[in-house]
């Protein structure tokens, strides 16, 4: 082999070694581009899923204005407050024929109640008739409800009419057979130097002459309950009206969403539900301790709605949210987290927001100073959900519900 076959056979190695090296740059090269590719891609789609976010987050304001809570532990969920399924031997009554039927009373076995589409209905047997409308058509969405009215608590009274509070309207009394209504208290006026804007439960006295009521807000309207709910401002009140004079008076103001409301059998004080708390608060609104407030059942292991009285001299408590212990509770974790609040409610509707709070339906009968005598639960709200009352009547207990379309019946013998 002479020199130049030689020079030539070793510049093909020289070459074959170049391409080979350029091959790998080339191939790398590939790859870092690839790469950047990709990087561009996900940062262009996280910055589009971002930005509306963002947007969110820095000019949105939140609708809440949330204080910081202080709730104590819940209290464990043992002995009477030990779990059970008693409440899913309750019977659904007029099933899909009414909604929401909030409050009850009875006259004879005759049901009244109010219901979401601002109806007064009168049940009887298996019939449902309707008694009286205190607003105005159209109604059913949370749009309608100032005009048409939302009838939350109902009593009779000792001249055998009904007395309801309508959350929107104001105090009404009502004949029960022709459904004539009269206005007692407007709803919206200014008392006080605020607006009655969410009136809940009442409760008359035996003579009738005076009137209590609960404003469980004068800030959020009845439909942005679980607003009121997360912001817990302490602008509730208690109120009384007279019957002879027609004037209405502030009995105790500052309590977080006051709800369901009951006289003691002296009259001289009323229990109230202060639910965003979790305790039930006795209210003394005569005689010579009027004006005063004292805890009548602390720590509750639930959020209190009404309160009813039961033939055991104690009283019915019903609540359709749980503080579970062991467990996690929702409201408890958020109550010292205001920041958090604000973000959800920025984030996530009302109604998307009652979907992440369980269906945990739970009656409880207290006697006095806030013992705990029996309780009843439902665990998930199979057959009873969203308990807003318990009314004992002829030996069972009915159960009312702020969103439920039925009635529960509850025989009292089986439990």
């Known amino acids: ?22 091959a790998e740059h080339v191939h790398k090269g590939k790859g870092t581009y690839s790469g950047r590719v990709f990087r561009v891609t ?12 963002l947007v969110v987050l820095l000019v949105l304001e939140s609708p809440i204005r949330p204080d910081i809570l202080i709730l104590k532990d819940p209290p ?17 009554l007029y099933e899909d024929a009414i909604a929401g039927p909030e409050s009850m009373a009875n006259i004879g076995d005759v049901i009244y109640s109010g219901t979401a589409d601002g109806r007064i209905v009168k049940l009887i047997g298996r019939r449902v008739f309707t008694l ?3 607003g105005k058509t159209p109604c059913g969405s949370a749009a309608d409800e100032t005009t048409c009215g939302r009838p939350l608590g109902i009593r009779v009274g000792p001249n055998g009419t009904l007395f309801v509070a309508d959350a929107y309207l104001g105090i009404y009394e009502v004949n029960p057979t022709t459904g004539e209504s009269t206005q007692l208290v407007s709803g919206g006026q200014e008392v006080g130097g605020r607006k009655l804007l969410f009136i809940n439960d009442l409760a008359v006295t035996q ?24 912001e817990a401002p302490a602008d509730g009140r208690v109120l009384e009206y007279d019957v002879e004079s027609g004037e209405v008076s502030v009995v105790m103001d500052n309590l977080r969403f006051p709800n369901g409301i009951q006289l003691l059998p002296d009259e001289e004080s009323v229990l109230v539900a202060e639910t965003a708390m979790a305790r039930i608060r006795r209210v003394h609104v005569a005689g010579l301790n009027k004006g005063g407030m004292d805890n009548f059942a602390d720590n509750l292991p639930g959020f209190p709605d009404n309160v009813r009285p039961s033939s055991g001299g104690g009283y019915w408590v019903a609540m ?13 974790f958020l109550s010292q987290r205001p920041a958090l609040k604000k973000l959800l409610f920025k984030l996530l509707s009302q109604d998307v927001m009652m979907k992440l709070v ?15 005598r029996r309780t009843f639960h439902d665990p998930d709200g199979l057959v009873a959900a969203y308990v807003s009352e318990a009314h004992e009547y002829d030996g069972s207990l009915y159960l009312g519900s702020f969103r439920s379309p039925y009635l529960a019946k509850l025989d009292l013998s089986l439990v």
């Open 1 to 22: 082999m002479n020199e130049t076959a030689g020079l030539r056979f070793r510049r093909q190695n020289r070459n074959n070694v170049i391409t080979d090296t350029r």
């Open 42 to 53: 996900l940062l262009s789609l996280g910055g589009f899923l971002l930005l509306p976010l």
């Open 76 to 92: 464990p969920m043992t002995g009477c407050w030990e779990p059970n399924t008693k409440l899913r031997l309750a019977t659904r």
């Open 132 to 134: 009286a409308r205190l």
């Open 207 to 230: 003579d009738g002459k005076r009137v209590y009521f609960t404003s469980s807000s004068s800030r959020w309207h009845r439909r942005d309950y679980l607003h009121l709910i997360m």
């Open 320 to 332: 359709s949210a749980v503080r579970p212990n062991p467990g996690f509770s929702m409201l408890d």
């Open 358 to 372: 369980p269906r945990y339906s739970l009656v409880a009968e207290l006697q006095d100073g806030g013992v705990c």
